[in-house]
C-alpha cells in the first residue's frame, strides 16, 4: 500500500512539473472584466424563451446563423458544412456544402446567400446554391475566422474576422489569450476589394448596419461590448462604443422591422472565467489543460433588444437553459424570432409579444 502511495506521488510530481515546463499555447495578457450588471430593469430574468418551439429538431446540427429569401425560405448554417433549407415539409434540405464552416448568412440584393465561413473565407452562393469565393484576406493577412456579416443596399458587405490568430476550433484559446486579434472588414462586389475598418478587436463577431446605413455595429464578444463604426456623416471614419458591460457574451446582431437591434448572447458572463483573467500565468496553465478541465459555460438562453441609441428596450430569458441555450442568432422575421445556436439539434422559434 505504501509503496503503491509513493508511486502515485511520484507519477503526480511528474504530471506536474510536466505541466508547469511544457509552452503554454497562447500568450495570455492580464484583463480585469468589469463586474457584471444586475439583472434587474430590462435585464430581469423571465421565462419567455420556455415557450420555443423547436424547428428542425434533431435533423440540424449547429445551426450558428439563419437568413430568408425573398420567397420567405428559411436558411441555416450548420456544424456539418452545410447551408440547408427549410421546406415546406419541415425538413432540411442542403442547399450547398462549403466544405468548411459556415457561420454567418445574408442576401445581398441580387439574391446571392453571402456566407461567412470560418475556415474558408467570405463566399457568395447563387440561387443553385453555387460558390463563389470572395475573399480570404485583407491587408495582406489571411482570415482565419471568418465569422458574422451585414449587407448594404448597394451590395457592399461589412463582415468580421473573429481571430487571426486562432481558428474556430480554437475560440477558447483567444479568450484565454485575451489580445485583440479580431477585425471588422468591408467587401466592395464591384471592386473586389476587401479592406480592413477597424483592427485590433477582442473577438469581432456579429455585425448589424443601423436602419439607415450610417453606421455598422460590431460585437466584441470577450469584452462584453458592441463597437459602432461610422460609415456617413461628420462622424464618418470613427469608432466609438455602442453598448458596453453586456450582461453576457454578445454574439450575432441582427436588425429588426422597426430599426431595434436583437442581438444573441451565447451565455452570461462566467465569474471564474473573470477572476482568471487578471492573472496570465493561471490562463497560461489553463490552456495546457484538457478542455474538459476548462471553466464551463452557463446554460442560459438570452437575447437582448437594443434601440439604435444602445439602450436595452427588453429582454427574453431562459434561465438554466431548459428550453434554448447557447444562442448565437436571434433573427427578426414576420413577427417571430428565429434563434440559431453553436452546438445544439434545433432551431428555435417564438412568436414575439405585441408592444
Not at 505504501?2 to 511520484?10: C, F, H, K, P
Not at 424563451?49 to 450548420?78: C, I, M, N, W
Not at 458572463?269 to 489553463?286: E, F, I, T, V
Amino acid at each position: 500500500m505504501r509503496r503503491t502511495l509513493v508511486i502515485v506521488a511520484v507519477v503526480a510530481l511528474v504530471g506536474l512539473a510536466a505541466l508547469v515546463l511544457v509552452p503554454a499555447p497562447i500568450d495570455p495578457v492580464a484583463y480585469t472584466p468589469p463586474p457584471p450588471p444586475p439583472l434587474s430593469g430590462p435585464l430581469a430574468p423571465n421565462l419567455a424563451l420556455r415557450e420555443a418551439e423547436r424547428l428542425l429538431e434533431g435533423k440540424v446540427h449547429g445551426p450558428e446563423d439563419v437568413a430568408f429569401d425573398a420567397q420567405g425560405r428559411l436558411y441555416a448554417s450548420t456544424a456539418d458544412g452545410k447551408v440547408v433549407r427549410l421546406t415546406a415539409a419541415g425538413e432540411a434540405e442542403e442547399f450547398a456544402a462549403t466544405g468548411g464552416r459556415p457561420l454567418g448568412l445574408r442576401f445581398d440584393p441580387a439574391g446571392n446567400l453571402i456566407v461567412c465561413d470560418a475556415y474558408k473565407g467570405l463566399l457568395s452562393l447563387d440561387a443553385g446554391g453555387r460558390i463563389t469565393v470572395l475573399a480570404t484576406e485583407a491587408g495582406g493577412v489571411p482570415f482565419r475566422f471568418t465569422d458574422n456579416l451585414d449587407v448594404a443596399g448597394d451590395g457592399v458587405v461589412y463582415f468580421s474576422d473573429a481571430s487571426s490568430k486562432f481558428g474556430q476550433a480554437e475560440y477558447l484559446y483567444d479568450l484565454l489569450e485575451a489580445r485583440p486579434h479580431g477585425r471588422l472588414l468591408r467587401h466592395d462586389p464591384l471592386t473586389g476589394r476587401t479592406d480592413v475598418l477597424v483592427p485590433e478587436l477582442s473577438f469581432a463577431n456579429g455585425v448589424a448596419l443601423a436602419s439607415g446605413e450610417e453606421f455598422v455595429l460590431v460585437g466584441e464578444t470577450y469584452r462584453y461590448r458592441v463597437l459602432r463604426h461610422w460609415l456617413k456623416g461628420p462622424r464618418a471614419g470613427t469608432t466609438d462604443v455602442f453598448a458596453e458591460n453586456i450582461a453576457g457574451f454578445p454574439d450575432n446582431i441582427g436588425r429588426s422591422p422597426r430599426g431595434t437591434v436583437w442581438i444573441g448572447l451565447f451565455t452570461v458572463s462566467n465569474p471564474l472565467m473573470d477572476a482568471l483573467h487578471p492573472r496570465r500565468w493561471a490562463k497560461g496553465l489553463l490552456s495546457k489543460l484538457p478542455r474538459f478541465a476548462w471553466p464551463r459555460p452557463a446554460p442560459y438562453g438570452l437575447v437582448l433588444e437594443m434601440d439604435e441609441g444602445g439602450r436595452v428596450l427588453r429582454t427574453l430569458h431562459d434561465p438554466g437553459g431548459e428550453r434554448v441555450r447557447q444562442i448565437t442568432t436571434a433573427r427578426e422575421h414576420e413577427g417571430r424570432l428565429y434563434l440559431g445556436n453553436l452546438d445544439e439539434r434545433w432551431i428555435g422559434r417564438v412568436t414575439l409579444p405585441l408592444r
